[in-house]
């Protein structure tokens, strides 16, 4: 045979390869994991990386100038890579607001003929959780306040206490105790005092009077929250941020001394007794405190920072499964900079791992699912938040208003920080939550080749915990706490970008088995674990 027979025989050969691996991809033949491969690489996540933790950004402070910079860059991926809108917008509002503490608050007890009213700071104080309200109402005792079915415990038993104020315990039983039912010594969920007001709401109290558990704690200082209009040294902007819908569904919740626990109880030595007798039986020991009432008021004034969570949609082909939804995401906020400091020292919190790897993770998941003409049966939502490092309000706020329905969010993967430590390690916190995800990650992984590490939780949480306090099953990826967490010092030089990309490609393998899957899948309880 000729060279130009030969020459014109390998081009046909290449042409009609070209044609049948074209047509491929459109009947779906094509590996769509192949396809992620070329498109998620580490030279794409040290772009992304190096933008969104550059000294430009200044931190990504919620919320700041920079971190809508962010925004808009993250909103142009998703646009390039062809996601679409939701409600016409790649941008999601979220409702943040400054709390100041307002002017007027008081604290009064009327017992047995008597009234006595109480000094802010020094023998009361008011929590950053509180709410604008005044109530006068009977007060009762109990306990931890709280109501631990999981460990068949509940300080509400048999007492009523609507309409009334709730005077509670800090921490839990047994704090001390490495044989405690709650989880020895480990704190669990219920020791968490927002959760311990959510449960007082619940059973109807209108006020929460908090003290200090004297057993194991000698200081019953009324510390509250450090409100700079109470001190002579805290910075005048030392204040919380919170979802600005929630303050309207809040109650009065103060910190109290002793001075308010002896008017109460007649001693703090009664209270230790009261205590003593929770904690040896794990049996309730709420009453109605006699003869006493509470005036309580206290006020915030609260001022509008509002934010927004980025997103891009991929709406899924199947006629059924389409409305129903995954949630890919990861925060996108850290948190600033210094403001005094010298010109020669670094003073950027530049958030390289936490969470710049994290968010680069979920655009270059988001482009190679885009860049797949193949499109997945179910709808997958990319989501970027604002405020984690705010108390997880960026996914709060998605919850509480999400896009599409909670009950037709089929499963949640959050990356938050997997840019460092060994390249061949891979948390996966609480995957015995999640054991039906757990599965389908593990059997991606062979594939990609991490040694994952089922981790029952990290310090501090991320955006996974507001969608599995809302039922809905998780994967949280994450490579590892390190020394350079919250320092200036988590620059971008430091990312291996070669772990970034393998972590990346193994969230799209297990995504894309997801968005294709018909199954529904377990959560199984974990509310010991958080």
């Known amino acids: 045979m000729s060279n130009t027979k030969i020459y014109i025989s390998r081009n046909l050969f290449l042409i009609t390869l070209s044609l049948f691996v074209f047509s491929c991809a459109h009947l779906g033949f094509i590996n769509p994991s192949s396809i992620a491969d070329e498109i998620i690489t580490p030279e794409l996540l040290k772009k992304h990386i190096y933008t969104l933790a550059s000294d430009s950004m200044k931190g990504r402070n919620t919320p700041s100038p920079e971190l809508d910079s962010a925004a808009n860059y993250i909103a142009g991926v998703f646009k390039s890579s062809g996601l679409q809108t939701v409600n016409g917008s790649y941008f999601q509002k979220v409702g943040l607001g400054i709390i100041s503490l307002g002017e007027d608050n008081h604290l009064k007890i009327f017992k047995d003929g008597g009234e006595i009213s109480f000094k802010i700071k020094t023998e009361f104080t008011p929590f950053d959780i509180t709410g604008n309200q005044e109530v006068n109402a009977p007060i009762v005792f109990v306990g931890y306040g709280i109501t631990a079915p999981i460990y068949e415990y509940d300080d509400y038993k048999d007492i009523d206490v609507r309409g009334k104020v709730v005077f509670i315990l800090k921490h839990e039983p047994g704090e001390d105790d490495s044989a405690s039912i709650f989880k020895g010594t480990d704190e ?24 200090t558990d004297p057993l194991n704690h000698t200081s019953l200082t009324p510390r509250g929250f450090p409100w700079p209009s109470l001190s002579k040294t805290l910075p005048k902007d030392a204040l919380p941020m919170v979802l600005i819908d929630e303050t309207e569904k809040r109650i009065p919740v103060v910190q109290i001394g002793e001075e308010v626990i002896s008017k109460l109880l007649g001693s703090v030595d009664e209270l230790k007794n009261i205590q003593s007798k929770i904690d040896s039986t794990l049996q309730p020991h709420s009453f109605v405190v006699e003869n006493a009432t509470v005036s309580l008021k206290t006020s915030i004034t609260v001022e509008d920072k509002s934010s927004q969570n980025v997103i891009g949609y991929i709406e899924g082909t199947d006629s059924k499964l389409k409305d129903e939804v995954l949630v890919i995401g990861g925060h996108y906020d850290h948190v600033g900079y210094m403001k005094q400091h010298a010109d020669t020292v670094d003073y950027i919190f530049n958030g390289a791992d936490d969470n710049a790897s994290g968010t680069s993770a979920v655009m270059a998941v988001a482009q190679a699912f885009g860049a797949i003409t193949q499109k997945p049966k179910r709808s997958v939502l990319f989501i970027a938040f604002t405020g984690e490092e705010k108390g997880l309000t960026g996914s709060r706020s998605y919850v509480n208003k999400p896009l599409f329905p909670l009950d037709q969010t089929v499963a949640m993967l959050n990356i938050d920080m997997v840019g460092r430590n060994g390249i061949d390690s891979l948390y996966m916190v609480s995957e015995a939550i999640s054991p039906d995800l757990a599965q389908i ?90």
Do not use: C
């Open 441 to 530: 990650n593990e059997e991606e992984n062979k594939e990609i080749g991490f040694t994952l590490i089922d981790e029952e939780k990290l310090p501090g949480g991320s955006d996974h915990m507001s969608f599995q306090k809302k039922n809905i099953p998780f994967l949280f990826y994450h490579s590892g706490l390190h020394s350079d967490l919250h320092k200036v010092s988590d620059s971008p030089e430091k990312i291996n970008t070669e772990k970034t990309a393998k972590a990346a490609r193994l969230v799209f393998r297990t995504a894309w088995r997801i968005a294709n899957d018909e199954k529904r899948y377990k959560l199984v309880d974990s509310t010991t674990l958080f």
């Open 188 to 211: 669990t969920e219920y020791s968490n005092l927002s959760e311990k007001v959510k449960n007082a709401i619940a059973h109807g109290a209108v006020g929460v009077l908090v003290v």
